[in-house]
């Protein structure tokens, strides 16, 4: 049977805002207390998702959550109406008002680490939702993402949904933006690549001394034992702690993988020549493994940072072509635009870059990647996906309208306390629940 990767990319929540809440993200922190544009927010997203679309790509959307997150603000000791415990967050601790709006569940490379059946012991497609814990904000997601998740891929005997891992900083996991999949062809037993930042149990190895590390070994590990992954096809690297510190506070700022090519920067990982040996030695293929690697002095750490540069979507196009789906930052970046310029003529499989306007992400901390959660399915998988969850020309007309007719086009810190806001977002998730065929996925759905 066929397989594909098919991308299915988070659809930006109506209380899309800049609060500044993930310390160690340069962008997140720069921004924050800056006015935000739902609405433009939601559409560059979907105007992603069409072009892909209109590429040949088999392209879904995974639902937002439920923002403001009543329910967590009740755990936190808020009470009384919905609307006076908006008041009185606001009024007391504003900044768990705006923990509990974020709209952070967008960055799907997040929701989850994916492992399709060509890899796993039992031959299903295996999903373990993040748990997120370094970020408050985020750690409120998990339950309701593997909610959604199950209503997208809802047939047990292709699709194997686990718990999110438990939630301590021992077990730290950022899901798919620390986890790479390399293979020949995407029907094929690949090579799952996880990439941490510390080890938790380990008080003298090697980790960041500024910026948290969100993904630990111990995570990784267990989700590798989670999906029955096989050991000799399962590799574990470690991120340079030094650019974490630097503001790379994901593997996928600083690398991204795709078949037979990892693109990225020199100073990426701890120990990059035993990464190639054991990639080499796994990589059981007729095909040549390439590692287009980026050196200092073509693109530095900070303008990979800036621009996003590996952020991007490293994909293949159904012609075989493969590109790279870059935000527009890389082209306005004159050391990053050259350099990408040169890389589609050098001896390796990337033969052309598409840019495209997600600013309103970027402005928050999330590029192309960002958006996207991979899911490699074979042809009998697809069939088994929830359908109405698929990018198509109706659909994605259908979803622009649904925008334009809930979503704010201005949204400010002091907009998170208005109750209207609130009804809003449940309007217009309530019909989203329709559109996408998902069920009650919502708290308050139930």
């Not at 109706?394 to 002091?414: F, G, I, M, P, T």
Request: negative net charge; charged residues 20%.
């Amino acid at each position: 049977m066929s397989s594909i990767e098919v991308n299915f990319d988070g659809l930006v929540g109506p209380t899309h805002n800049y609060a500044g809440l993930s310390y160690g993200n340069i962008a997140s922190q720069s921004n924050a207390s800056a006015s935000s544009n739902p609405k433009q927010a939601a559409l560059q997203g979907l105007a992603k998702m069409k072009a892909l679309h209109d590429m040949g790509m088999t392209q879904g959307v995974l639902a937002p959550q439920a923002r403001p997150d009543i329910n967590t603000l009740r755990r936190l000791g808020f009470s009384g109406s919905e609307q006076n415990v908006l008041e009185t967050a606001s009024a007391q601790a504003p900044y768990l008002l705006a923990a509990t709006s974020s709209a952070s569940s967008m960055w799907t490379a997040n929701a989850a680490t994916v492992s399709p059946s060509a890899d796993t012991e039992d031959k299903r497609v295996h999903f373990t939702p993040a748990n997120l814990t370094n970020k408050f904000h985020r750690a409120i997601e998990p339950d309701t993402t593997g909610t959604i998740l199950k209503a997208v891929f809802p047939d047990e005997l292709h699709f194997s949904h686990h718990q999110h891992l438990p939630e301590n900083d021992h077990f730290g996991d950022e899901g798919a933006a620390n986890h790479t999949r390399l293979c020949s062809d995407y029907g094929d037993a690949g090579i799952e690549l996880f990439v941490y930042g510390k080890q938790a149990f380990s008080n003298s190895a090697p980790a960041p001394k500024k910026f948290p590390a969100r993904q630990t070994l111990e995570a990784s590990q267990a989700v590798a034992r989670l999906h029955q992954l096989d050991p000799a096809k399962t590799i574990f690297a470690q991120q340079n702690p030094d650019l974490i510190d630097q503001g790379v506070f994901h593997n996928d700022v600083i690398a991204v993988g795709n078949k037979n090519v990892l693109f990225y920067h020199e100073q990426a990982f701890l120990n990059t020549d035993v990464l190639q040996s054991q990639l080499k030695e796994a990589f059981f293929s007729k095909n040549v493994f390439h590692f287009v690697e980026v050196k200092s002095h073509e693109v530095s750490v900070e303008n990979a940072i800036k621009s996003y540069l590996f952020n991007t979507q490293l994909i293949n196009l159904p012609n075989g072509n493969m590109v790279i789906i870059a935000p527009t930052e890389c082209n306005e970046n004159k050391q990053v635009a050259d350099y990408l310029r040169e890389v589609v003529e050098r001896d390796n499989p990337i033969t052309d870059v598409h840019f495209f306007d997600v600013k309103q992400s970027m402005q928050n901390g999330g590029g192309p990647a960002c958006l996207r959660l991979r899911v490699v399915l074979n042809s009998t998988e697809r069939k088994a996906v929830n359908q109405s969850c698929l990018i198509n020309d109706s659909k994605y007309l259908e979803l622009c309208d649904w925008v334009n007719k809930h979503y704010r086009d201005r949204l400010s810190a002091s907009d998170l306390a208005d109750p209207n806001l609130l009804l809003e977002s449940r309007t217009a998730l309530d019909e989203l629940t329709q559109i996408l065929a998902l069920g009650s996925v919502y708290p308050f759905q139930r």
